[in-house]
């Protein structure tokens, strides 16, 4: 084969690959036209992805809250009207603010004028570098946390109560210290939050060396998580890659191949949200028999009769896990506000305060802290939902609101998301989905350094470019072809 072969070769698989990836783009755009004809349905079937975030958001927010009171921990809320009326006002500022930039501006026919085999491109280059920051990431960690090898991640993964005890120990001994690597891997940690929603997002566009590298790279962090007994970062890449599959599903347009794609992405999701459960149950039924059943725990007497005392222990500590963090909210609710002086809200910024600025956070202590004083609710070992941790700094009507911009910013990542399929706010979107999944628990985007910079950063990013976009030149090209509306 000649030189000239190889090439011609090359460039039709970059042709196939940008085919495939016009196949994703909104109708009206590609490679047949500005004018392309769109299915009749598509005004309607766009107003209903328009608003899919809010509802899944709002069937797990309110469906927590629901869940909870059919619990037995709804027996220990003192102020169940101020907390209702607390949970029901948020989620209604959130619901609120998610409708006014929604309604303001719906996803619309407009493409980025980018020719698609340099969006392919970028992507390419993420992934790969994002796998290679994963792969850096989790070794570090193993190591920090005293992994032998693949023999011990095995251990672990068959009794994950043992590694979860060995994590606890070690954090007890070296509380507070955080070596060179790691914190440079924090500042570096927008590339965290790249690699599994670009991954599910441009699956098929991608070669097979590029996938391969983005799975070897998440196969590691799997592997850290495996060995320290914890689901937070499994919980992580479900919801990154749920995310990035409904971004994908959103986007696509060619009827042949939509279905097809759409029951793949639908079977993908269930496949691994339902691992993601049973091995829940499993951990939890191990930690169970490890440490024990708190008093909170009680496992119903029908159940244990039905599966055995351990797997019912296991499945009544699942169903804990997302609704205890309310009645911590009910313990919090009730303690008077202090101003932590900007380092309550987030656990990073707490730790950044601590250590680079010698500031200690208990002498201006966030409200879990204060509650644990006055009612014993543990700040640490239980939840108490995003808001106390929030209202640390901006009081709880502040928290509230803040739920607003959330619910409106949640939406205008959404929007550009599947208007455009560009990198930014796909990876904005993403992460406001961990923040609203976490909302029954913590401040999850603001409680590891990479986290909140990765976060910090995409915003920051996010911002700037559309303050470019809005003050553009007009003698400048335009970066957006717009189709006409079929309303």
């Not at 991954?199 to 998440?218: K, N």
């Not at 993601?276 to 490890?290: K, N, Q, V």
Request: overall charge positive; charged content about 15%.
């Amino acid at each position: 084969m000649t030189a000239t072969d190889g090439f011609i070769g090359r460039r039709q698989r970059e042709l196939f690959r940008v085919d495939d990836e016009l196949a994703f783009l909104p109708a009206g755009t590609g490679r047949g036209g500005r004018h392309a004809q769109a299915p009749k349905s598509a005004p309607s079937n766009r107003a209903t992805m328009a608003w899919l975030p809010l509802w899944m958001a709002l069937l797990w927010l309110l469906g927590t809250f629901g869940a909870f009171w059919l619990t037995g921990l709804a027996r220990y809320v003192k102020n169940p009207d101020q907390l209702c009326l607390f949970v029901v006002g948020a989620t209604a500022l959130f619901a609120a603010g998610y409708a006014v930039q929604i309604s303001r501006r719906p996803p619309s026919r407009t493409v980025a004028s980018t020719d698609a085999s340099k969006r392919l491109r970028l992507v390419r280059h993420l992934v790969l570098i994002a796998a290679i920051y994963y792969a850096v990431r989790s070794l570090a960690r193993l190591w920090e946390f005293g992994a032998t090898g693949p023999q011990s991640v095995w251990a672990s993964l068959q009794n994950p109560a043992t590694g979860y005890a060995n994590k606890l120990d070690l954090l007890a001994k070296d509380v507070g210290e955080v070596s060179p690597l790691m914190w440079t891997l924090a500042v570096l940690g927008v590339l965290g939050t790249a690699l599994v929603p670009l991954l599910a997002l441009y699956w098929r566009s991608l070669s097979f060396g590029v996938r391969l590298a983005g799975l070897a790279g998440i196969a590691l962090h799997v592997a850290f998580f495996l060995f320290i007994g914890t689901m937070k970062g499994l919980g992580d890449l479900v919801l990154m890659m749920l995310g990035g599959l409904l971004i994908a599903r959103a986007t696509m347009r060619r009827r042949r191949r939509a279905r097809s794609k759409r029951r793949s992405a639908v079977i993908l999701m269930s496949g691994a949200f339902a691992l993601f459960l049973l091995y829940m149950t499993y951990i939890h039924a191990a930690r169970s028999a490890e440490f024990g059943v708190g008093e909170y725990i009680r496992p119903s007497p029908a159940v244990s009769q039905l599966v055995g005392e351990r797997a019912a222990e296991g499945i009544a500590s699942t169903l804990f896990y997302p609704t205890h963090g309310y009645l911590g909210l009910s313990h919090n609710l009730q303690t008077p506000f202090q101003w932590s002086y900007g380092l309550g809200s987030s656990h990073s910024a707490s730790m950044f305060g601590e250590q680079a600025l010698g500031v200690d956070p208990m002498d201006h202590p966030a409200y879990p802290y204060r509650t644990e004083a006055q009612s014993g609710w543990p700040a640490l070992m239980y939840w108490a939902t995003i808001y106390p941790w929030l209202a640390s700094d901006l009081t709880f009507p502040g928290a509230a609101l803040f739920m607003g911009f959330v619910g409106w910013l949640f939406a205008r990542a959404w929007s550009d998301a599947i208007s455009t399929r560009r990198v930014l706010p796909t990876l904005v979107f993403t992460q406001l989905c961990l923040l609203v999944a976490y909302v029954p628990a913590n401040n999850q985007l603001g409680l590891s350094p990479d986290a909140t910079a990765g976060t910090a950063t995409l915003l920051a990013l996010y911002a700037a470019a559309s303050l470019f976009r809005r003050h553009r030149p007009d003698g400048q090209s335009q970066t957006m072809i717009h189709a006409p509306s079929r309303r």
